[in-house]
């Protein structure tokens, strides 16, 4: 057709008609487009919709990447009225067309990532940040390869007497639990028509969702992902798979909880990445040849990993409740150290088959964008790999008692973590300038919504006694 547009994605509408043909049921598609805090922003268009979007993309305004968590405009990106808030284009990722499960009348997603009108890349847009480090390692002749663990609380919707979030009685049979069930298979019976319903509506998008646990706190959970070669794959699984989730346990009547730590007496919840590299022969660079101990691009690749995370950790701990989760023995790391089959480090490197040796990132929380974090990983693996970075001594036995030695200087809090980022030549390099400065910005001003609310806690604290 004379309006048809290519698509900078690769998208094509060969694509969007043979879903539309498979899928007479569906009604209408939401569009979501990731924002550096991991929103989904976009909107639901009705099916005879579709064909349009695929031929030509979708006007949005560039505002929509320079929001903070609330939705508030962040004027200090630049995407606001520096640029008189213009349209630019978003457009289909090529498979991430899927039904929703579950849904009445039927529905369907799409991923969309924005593009200038010319059809440059808008690199305010995290995934293309993970796409240039994903291009990097390519132009090194190594492909990435990775999965996400996603960590989560189901919560009740109301509070107790005193205010506290409380975990979700079963949604089986009412059963009310306040114990750390900790791998517990029968406190997961209590939440079995939820989990099902998740793993049929993963099914339905492609994702490979595979073990559920009960972790280490009342009401939290536990989803795995199997291993993707692609590691772009790997973060639209974890974006996807949150979703799926959060209206999933929104329609079995409870609330699914992604904040890094909602339960002041307990674990918080993480989503360590798995990373592997490969060659070009598709050989595990990282495995280690005949008498070697390790791989030598291992210990590099630990070694760039352990060098820059102080400067990273604002995309790893990116709100001010991420901050919360780093506690000694609560089984989030506190400092830049390494150890084999050790749980108590910053950076694992799980037992195992050699042929399939990887990393274990562990410092991010469940709240961090998994399109910036794997993009950080991967810049600090590139310079690692350069520089032939030496990570140090590894760990043995109790990593937290041994972390004072191997602070590297990490941020005490998230202000100083954002001061970090923002002077990070590094961390420019890792998201790209753009999307550094979005994303610096937008912290900031999270920053500073925070530092001038007057809490309950301060009250509580002052009221009466100063």
Request: charged share 25%; hydrophobic share 40%.
């Amino acid at each position: 057709m004379s309006d048809q547009v290519t698509s900078p994605s690769g998208s094509t509408p060969a694509e969007a008609q043979a879903f539309l043909d498979a899928h007479p049921q569906i009604e209408a598609i939401d569009i979501v487009l990731t924002d550096s805090n991991g929103v989904g922003r976009g909107k639901i268009v009705r099916r005879h919709e579709l064909m349009s979007l695929y031929r030509g993309g979708r006007h949005m305004p560039i505002s929509v990447l320079g929001l903070d968590i609330t939705g508030e405009d962040v004027h200090e990106t630049g995407l606001i009225w520096d640029s008189g808030d213009e349209d630019l284009r978003a457009w289909p990722i090529p498979g991430t067309l899927k039904p929703l499960h579950g849904t009445s009348p039927a529905r369907a997603q799409v991923l969309m990532s924005m593009h200038l009108l010319d059809g440059t890349p808008m690199t305010s847009d995290p995934r293309h940040a993970l796409a240039a480090q994903v291009a990097r390692l390519n132009a090194m002749g190594l492909k990435p390869a990775g999965a996400f663990e996603l960590e989560f609380f189901l919560l009740a919707n109301d509070r107790d007497a005193d205010g506290r979030v409380r975990p979700a009685s079963a949604v089986l049979d009412g059963r009310r639990s306040p114990k750390t069930e900790v791998y517990s298979v029968d406190h997961l019976h209590g939440m079995e028509p939820l989990f099902s319903d998740i793993y049929a509506s993963a099914k339905a998008q492609g994702i490979p969702a595979e073990t559920v646990i009960s972790e280490y706190a009342p009401g939290q959970y536990e989803l795995t992902l199997n291993y993707r070669t692609d590691i772009m794959q790997a973060a639209d699984d974890l974006v996807m798979l949150k979703r799926i989730v959060r209206a999933a346990a929104r329609r079995h009547g409870v609330t699914a909880c992604f904040m890094a730590k909602p339960i002041a007496d307990y674990a918080g919840s993480g989503m360590h990445l798995h990373v592997s590299m490969r060659d070009e022969a598709g050989q595990n660079v990282f495995t280690e040849a005949d008498g070697e101990k390790w791989s030598p691009r291992l210990l590099h690749a630990l070694g760039g990993l352990a060098a820059t995370m102080a400067e990273s950790m604002l995309v790893f701990a990116p709100h001010a409740n991420s901050w919360r989760r780093f506690v000694a023995q609560s089984y989030a790391p506190v400092a830049p150290t390494w150890g084999v089959n050790n749980r108590s480090v910053a950076l694992r490197v799980p037992a195992g088959d050699a042929k399939n040796r990887r990393i274990e990132h562990r410092p991010s929380g469940v709240d961090a964008n998994p399109y910036l974090v794997a993009a950080t990983v991967l810049a600090g693996i590139v310079k690692g790999l350069e520089e032939k970075l030496d990570p140090g001594p590894e760990i043995e036995g109790n990593g937290y008692e041994q972390a004072a030695g191997h602070a590297h200087d990490m941020p005490a809090d998230w202000r100083e973590a954002i001061m970090r980022a923002k002077a990070s030549a590094f961390l420019k390099e890792a998201l790209g300038k753009d999307m550094h400065r979005t994303f610096t910005a937008i912290k900031e001003a999270e920053y500073l919504r925070v530092a001038r609310t007057v809490s309950e806690l301060d009250y509580h604290l002052y009221l009466h006694e100063v």
